[in-house]
Nanobody, 117 residues
Framework: QVQLVESGGGLVQPGGSLRLSCAAS????????MAWYRQAPGKQRELVAR???????NYADSVKGRFTISRDNAKKTLYLQMDSLKPDDTAVYYC???????????WGQGTQVTVSS
């Protein structure tokens, strides 16, 4: 079982940037595909970005060109660089470890991101 702890959320003005981090423990991080999800109030949790153990990435259309997912296997850490933030990006962001099927195996506790002036 992998344990995941997110950090880096907060309040930012529209057009600003934040970087989220997700520290993993309890397993061999480098073999895992990882992802960031988010859930806004009253909405379903949605996939934001995903990265394979080989570094291949894919993004939701709503964040393409603004968000960048990356990983540091030596530090067992996943990142999400968020630029040009919009109020619609306001949500709780969750880190997830994925099974080979790409289904979620473990969730972090979530970190709040609020984009507001």
């Amino acid at each position: 079982q992998v344990q995941l702890v997110e950090s880096g959320g907060g309040l930012v003005q529209p057009g600003g940037s934040l970087r989220l981090s997700c520290a993993a423990s309890g397993t061999i991080f480098s073999i895992l595909a990882m992802a960031w999800y988010r859930q806004a109030p009253g909405k379903q949790r949605e996939l934001v970005a995903r990265i394979t153990n080989g570094g291949m990435t894919n993004y939701a259309d709503s964040v393409k060109g603004r968000f960048t997912i990356s990983r540091d296997n030596a530090k067992k850490t996943l990142y999400l660089q968020m630029d040009s933030l919009k109020p619609d990006d306001t949500a709780v962001y969750y880190c997830a470890a994925l099974r080979p099927s790409m289904n979620v195996a473990s969730w972090g506790q979530g970190t709040q991101v609020t984009v507001s002036s």
